[in-house]
Every structure is written in C-alpha cells, then in structure tokens.
T-cell receptor, first 111, second 116 residues
C-alpha cells in the first residue's frame, strides 16, 4: 500500500541553523502537505503543494514538490526556539479524503 | 471562530472501564476525522464522517471502539472496555467539504488517554 518515508527521524540543531527534511514515497502523490505539531497540540498545516516542481514559501519555511511526484522537501532557515516540534508530511490516498502520514521529524534546538 | 474542541484533555482510567471522548468540529465543516497517535504507530486514522455519516471505519482497531456523530456539531469516540494498549492521544479533526482532496485538516488539541 501507499507509504510515506520521512527522514530524518529527529534533528538536534543549534539556534540559527538551517534545517532540511524530506519525505519519499514509492507511489505518486498529487498533493503534498507539511504539518507541524507543537508539544501538547494537534498538527497544524504549514504548507500545501499541488503541482510537481512547485516551490512554496511560508516565512522562513520553504517546501518543494518533487518532479517525480514521489518526494517532497521542507527547509527551515535560521531556526528559532519556537520551531521545535514534530514536522509531518502527508498526502491524500488515491481519490478519497484520507491522508497518509509520515512518521514525523522531531526538531530539537540545542540551548 | 472557535477551533475544533475536544474533551476531556486528559483521562486516566482503569482497565475495563468505559471511556467516552467528545468532539465539536468547526461549524460548517462537513468532514470529521478521529485519529489516534502513539509513539510506536504515529498518527492513525480510526474513522471519518461526511455529513454525519460514517464513511470509512476500517481503522477502528476492534469492536471495543465505536464512534457516532448524532449531529453536525458533535461526535463521540467510545472505548468499552478499555485496555492499557488503548493509551494514546486521540485527535479529532474537521475540514470543509469544499476544500477538495488534500485540503487543510483542522485538528483539536487532543485527548490524552491513559488506561492503567
């Protein structure tokens, strides 16, 4: 079945560093979604990508929809303490409204 | 506008007890989803409703789990009897029907369940 492989599983970075994470699939997706979950909260949508090759920014966040439609990348520039949390990629299953979720990338900022 | 509202935020119960989790979706949203999140399995979709009708409950782990949506502004997820392996954070999420496939899901803050 469709699966999303997200990496890295966790990242320990210094404040101010840039962050990169990615999501890959063996199946083609027509939409890629990136969510962030703060501790004790539900996930919140950061960026949605709808077109192969699309590059979309949201403040310091930039996400790309891979040309093959089997991968997506999320970059965070100049990380700040409030960036800590778990970042999830997700994509819709076939033609219904269910989402497949990656396992998440946990971002930890070293003091 | 209020977001998705879930209650209780935390529940600690003993094995064998009935647990009822509640959700009020965002007004006007046609779709409601119940998810479970654990360290081992991540986010799992349990069931989702469209216009109060259950569409897909294939993610409900066992007959001990049941979900209802009696009206557009209220849904419950019930576990009876509860077991320690049901310990998890349960999220409710909603979305409008007009947003299309891949549209934004709005999550509640979750209900953290601990079954002793």
């Amino acid at each position: 079945g469709q699966q999303l492989n997200q990496s890295p599983q966790s990242m320990f970075i210094q404040e101010g560093e840039d962050v990169s994470m990615n999501c890959t699939s063996s199946s083609i997706f027509n939409t890629w979604l990136w969510y962030k979950q703060d501790p004790g909260e539900g996930p919140v949508l950061l960026i949605a990508l709808y077109k192969a090759g699309e590059l979309t920014s949201n403040g310091r966040l930039t996400a790309q929809f891979g040309i093959t439609r089997k991968d997506s990348f999320l970059n965070i520039s100049a990380s700040i303490p409030s960036d800590v949390g778990i970042y999830f990629c997700a994509g819709p299953m076939d033609s219904n409204y269910q989402l497949i979720w990656g396992a998440g990338t946990k971002l930890i900022i070293k003091p | 506008d209020a977001g998705v509202i879930q209650s209780p935020r935390h529940e600690v119960t003993e094995m064998g007890q009935e647990v009822t989790l509640r959700c009020k979706p965002i007004s006007g949203h046609d779709y409601l989803f119940w998810y479970r999140q654990t360290m081992m399995r991540g986010l799992e979709l349990l069931i989702y409703f469209n216009n109060n009708v259950p569409i897909d409950d294939s993610g409900m782990p066992e007959d001990r789990f049941s979900a209802k949506m009696p009206n557009a502004s209220f849904s419950t997820l019930k576990i009876q009897p509860s077991e320690p392996r049901d310990s998890a954070v349960y999220f409710c999420a909603s979305r409008p029907g007009t947003s299309g496939i891949g549209g934004e899901l709005f999550f509640g803050e979750g209900s953290r369940l601990t079954v002793l």
